[in-house]
């Protein structure tokens, strides 16, 4: 009589769609499990940009600091700086306007690109900032005509 009143159970509760009896199980904490994974995921990308900002040096570096700052690095160039904002009709992620048609980046072009700059380590963009401004402080601006 016992697995009669469980059979009546199991099938009082609606299924979902594709679902069958044997299955309905497995797939409530398969369900469960991603809920779970797509909660921790969007955990992760919502702090993704504020911990490379910090570890890049934000509280010292306004965000264009550090744009600029990293693209100087990327491409050896210190006269490379980050547009804020942003113009409407430039081009999307990865092909910045300052950056277009530069060569100065000193990698290694091949079947898998090996960018030559050294490793940027946590608050390190804040000394070469430093650094690149007491640099130019020595040198004289060049006179305008």
Known sequence: MSSTTVAQSDSADPLPVGTSTTWARMHK?????????LFGLVI????TVPMIAIWYGWPTLSLTDICSELMKVRY???????????????PPFGG????????TAQDKWGIQPVPQYRHIGFRELITI???????????PAPPTP
């Open 29 to 37: 904490w398969l369900k469960r499990a991603l809920y779970v994974c």
């Open 76 to 90: 050896s160039d210190d006269t490379l700086e980050c547009q804020q904002p942003y113009p409407i009709g430039g």
């Open 96 to 103: 910045a306007p300052e950056a277009a048609g530069q060569h």
């Open 44 to 47: 992760e990308g919502s702090m």
């Open 129 to 139: 900032h430093e650094e690149r401004l007491a640099k130019q402080a020595k040198t």
